[in-house]
């Protein structure tokens, strides 16, 4: 029966895999269990944010090194952007042989990777679909049956460049939009609601490309979509419970309502039967209200030329979430479209579970 | 008997005053009874933020039509930068005669002004014996005589221009330094250790110029200081607990270990009697640590050229600080040297007072 | 006759109007004569630019303490951001009685004030009509009858804000666009189609809704225009060439194709008989090139997400521009929609003229 | 007889070495020939500027498939920023054999590397005459006898970061600042130093640890100094005439005497019996002055807090030579401390010569 490990590796800058280099070179991870790799890089997270990339080349010449071939595999999700006090650092997960009395269910990773997506698809129903597929294979990769076990997707997504752009046109194909940065917002909401599609959330009918980045009460509860200009396609894992696999970790999901809702998070670890703490990983996502308020109050994201206010969200958001957790290796994502309501977000924890967690699922 | 009463009014841009022209003329707020307003504009709270100029100038032009030449005796400290969440708003503090019923001991404000600093003192034991003084004098005006019931010194300082320093070299005077940014940071460090020095959380002897922005195990936990471009001396306001002033309302304060430390913060809520929540007031100072460290995790804040260290560590303290009560309409102010501990800072909370606060103060 | 004077003014800051009020003071200016006064302002010129409003308000104390509520005929329009070197500063319209002697035809100023923008006409033909119909004013008020003697339209446009579009909606009213830096090009699109339109630069039937902002074959070549949140309506002013206005100053216009373009400008102050140098007025309009070329070489303006590409544009054409004059005190406005070619822009140069001037208009 | 070819190619992201790849496979370049590359990349050229590092990694990979071990051979000199509209480029110096019949003296190129620099000697003499001693070896490399005839010397340098601060202070050593980006300024500074110390611009004895980043008057008027984290030591790189070497190019200089005095610029390219034009390759320093004024007017660089001056001061400059030589594909990079006069910097011209250049040497 397999288990899953989540390891935590601090890095000192986006192409720094000596933790991980050295955490394999120990034994501690074994180079051929990596299923994927989330990481939160120092870039500003927005469309010249080359520490993605730069993380991403560093870490598959190390993975080449020991893979070979293989190593294309394994889902690479840099999210750039840690500011306020977050800490960069790279969460790898790793399927092992479970120990025989492993408690079960528990914590099971899946994974997909999507053809490369037309530019065209981009931010419409196309996406949506190709999204959709993809966390249905990753779920049964995941050996998840019911869709109330997943309790994250991640979906690493492409993005439109200008040259992009030009190719489509030139094959006399329309996208979305000409607007790179606008392109990643309409990229991750197309995703976000392929996840809701595949989850069963929101019914296909009720989407269309009209809806995407437009009617933002369509959203999933357990969606995170990270766009990069480092691909064309889609990697997808999906993190959740399943009685398939065993061991001492345990997955449970919030949704934050809005930038400050701390208390479901709180409740979500909790069930889970665990206290906040240096042990428990957050992955989060972060965005400013499109209403310009929280709880009623202005807020001043949207209005900063200065600043983007995908740098604000995740800054504020962090500094909520550590606060809870006490530490600042947390994950917290950017551009949330269709992922949490307007100004909230989805949330996951996971730790070694304290408590009999047969369903660990939260009602939203 | 005086009480103390404080407004909280949303602002709709930095010149926007209509709130509190809305007060006065509907009679809740006696403009004579003003002592002091802050408020949290929308800059950047750095060198270039015009945002509290602009706000204390139409502050001025108001309480001028109402006081006359009496205005220039309110205290105006505008704290630039609502990074994250944070709700640009004015906290007006008022004094007015209290009922006869009213509890005692409770909040009390004193207020003072110190002439204008050499440029020279700036960052320099001239400027910590200057505020030393001031908040004396503050103190005094409240009718606080024991510096342990003194929760909060809010000082507004002045800073370096390459016109004062060149007006000083003219003189044959020699700055602490030419760079404006600095100057700021110097004149923060150097007008927390003169409230360090008044509260006697410091003795004399300990300071020196050389101490100043450089020993930052040397700090208060009650200093507040925001530099700006608008005014060559220091305005000070003093908020403490007070047998003078009966009324509702209660002040504590915490000190922040680091900029995830919520708990001394619920523990100063919890004295008060209160529990956290849309009326609490909270007043609190942000910073990176020199460090780069957050318990033992390395932060980017300082290694960030695109955006300055002080605008990330308000905007993930003070998603910190929301996470706790709940809403944004919260103070919190960047520039923390000598203000708490490196990357830490003091936090005072204001709230109807359920607890028989005799004597509220924490052990630091 | 009248004849035209146009000052410039250094600041020390947004509200320094120390100068304007000295040049009052010494009578080398009278206040009664002012026209205009256009301002380039340190800010990022962009949505949370707060230096414009800061400067418009300090000017208008200072014009009513000498003009009382005419005081608000004066069009005022600050220019927000002075990337790279450019340096801060005021220019003063004013009209005066012309000496006997003076030559002519002379530099021409009049303007125009429209009626508050319905919300939802920004962006589209109501703003593009109430534009023209202004400028059509603006040239009756400056003596000029032929719209190739016109050769600057500066028009200052207003902007969405959240608060806008909602207080629209609430009207069952449609705006254009709920981004409010979207609002900002929208808005000095449509302003600039409306100046063509007064020209005869376009006919009517070439423009609609859907050209704004999409169809940037259609430009002005002598338009600039600046939005602003201080304002509902539209300040106009026309700088031309008339035979009614006597005096030393002529004017005239170039169109650069690109952003380094700079032999239109030389050409064009070889035209009026004159030498670049310090005395040299300059107004320039500056954007990123929408096809992410100059010349056929990649920038990167666009895809920056740190630094708007407006203030990247206005550093670049203030350099080309300021080597060519030799001084930094030049108009350099962003945000050139329908203002000259795509990545190029309209600039004017005012100086005094050593040629026969009488009729100063470069083909095009 | 040696010949140096210049290759100037486009990069479409820091990553991009496509280009080069593809003229090293037509053979239009001989990959052991390549003694240098410098870059422009799309970073901000500041601390946290990952483009850097990242356009080395990629140049490294792709040197060593060609060369092996020998490619750490090649200085790889990439310098972050291409604000306002630089265009992103690789600059690569190739040696070849000569044609019998090539013109002499002609373009020389010589490198050197120095050891890697102890933390604590960064910024201080030790810094100086390390790369007095590296440029000597280089100009011996180049061929050139005569200091006169070399016309740029560019240095790739080395910062501290707070991990390398702290290395020193556990040796017990004591840094010049414990302040990364200042770091940046004084290991500029003191390489510029370093390299009029080889020039003999500057006597060894009017140089000391004090005037380093103070004494501005002190300068290399063919210095140009980038910082990087990716190095420990330094590249060096002398760039001039030499009749050592024959070939079609010739380089001469310029200094700028502020942000906009192109005058000489012009003249340089004249003396080389060019014009200026698309093949023009130009090298150059910009920096904010810090005066704060540019001829007298007030600039705003050094007071923005949103935006480096290093920032704007490359945009500003890039605009005042592209406007000169029409086309952006041109290397200016920041922080020109020590290199030519305050506010100023210097410049190097390369192109197809048509005048007798056997000494083509400016007097400054």
């Known amino acids: 029966m397999p288990t899953a490990k989540v390891h935590r590796i601090p890095t000192a800058s986006p192409d720094d895999v000596s933790g991980l280099a050295a955490a394999i070179a120990s034994g501690?991870?074994?180079?051929?269990?990596?299923?994927?790799?989330?990481?939160?890089?120092?870039?500003?997270?927005?469309?010249?944010?080359?520490?993605?990339?730069?993380?991403?080349?560093?870490?598959?010449?190390?993975?080449?090194?020991?893979l070979g071939d293989a190593a294309d595999e394994v889902c690479l999700v840099m999210s750039g952007?840690?500011?306020?006090?977050?800490?960069?650092?790279?969460?790898?997960?790793?399927?092992?042989?479970?120990?025989?009395?492993?408690?079960?269910?528990?914590?099971?990773?899946?994974?997909?990777?999507?053809?490369d997506l037309p530019s065209e698809h981009l931010g419409r129903m196309g996406q949506v679909r190709s999204v959709a597929e993809g966390v249905r294979r990753a779920m049964e990769a995941a050996g998840i049956t019911d869709a109330v076990d997943v309790h994250f997707v991640q979906v690493k997504c492409p993005l439109l460049t200008a040259a992009r752009v030009r190719e489509a046109e030139a094959r006399g194909a329309t996208t979305a939009t000409s607007d790179t940065l606008k392109?990643?917002?309409?990229?991750?909401?197309?995703?976000?609601?392929?996840?809701?599609?595949?989850?069963?959330?929101?019914?296909?009918?009720?989407?269309?490309?009209?809806?995407?980045?437009?009617?933002y009460g369509l959203w999933s509860g357990r969606a995170s979509c990270s766009s990069g200009i480092e691909l064309l396609g889609h990697e997808i894992v999906v993190l959740g419970m399943s009685k398939s696999w065993s061991?001492?970790?345990?997955?449970?999901?919030?949704?934050?309502?809005?930038?400050?809702?701390?208390?479901?998070?709180?409740?979500?670890?909790?069930?889970?039967?665990?206290?906040?703490?240096?042990?428990?990983?957050?992955?989060?996502?972060?965005e400013a209200s499109r209403s310009g308020l929280i709880r009623g109050k202005r807020h001043t994201m949207l209005d900063d030329s200065d600043i983007s206010s995908t740098r604000h969200a995740r800054a504020f958001v962090a500094g909520a979430l550590a606060g809870v957790v006490g530490h600042t290796e947390?994950?917290?994502?950017?551009?949330?479209?269709?992922?949490?309501?307007?100004?909230?977000?989805?949330?996951?924890?996971?730790?070694?579970?304290?408590?009999?967690c047969a369903r660990v699922s939260l009602p939203e």
């Open 247 to 286: 061991g001492p970790l345990a997955i449970a999901h919030a949704v934050m309502a809005d930038a400050i809702d701390v208390a479901p998070v709180r409740e979500a670890i909790g069930k889970l039967g665990g206290a906040p703490g240096e042990d428990t990983i957050v992955l989060a996502k972060a």
């Open 183 to 215: 392109s990643m917002g309409l990229s991750r909401g197309a995703s976000a609601l392929g996840i809701a599609l595949a989850l069963g959330e929101i019914a296909e009918d009720a989407l269309s490309d009209a809806a995407i980045c437009a009617d």
């Open 28 to 66: 501690a991870i074994a180079p051929e269990g990596i299923l994927a790799i989330f990481g939160k890089t120092e870039g500003n997270g927005c469309v010249n944010d080359f520490s993605r990339g730069f993380a991403v080349a560093a870490l598959q010449a190390l993975l080449r090194s020991h």
């Open 81 to 115: 952007g840690t500011e306020g006090g977050m800490s960069p650092h790279l969460l790898v997960f790793e399927v092992a042989e479970a120990d025989a009395n492993g408690a079960s269910p528990a914590l099971a990773v899946g994974r997909a990777h999507t053809p």
């Open 330 to 356: 947390i994950y917290v994502s950017g551009g949330a479209e269709h992922q949490g309501p307007d100004g909230g977000g989805p949330v996951a924890v996971i730790l070694q579970s304290l408590a009999d």
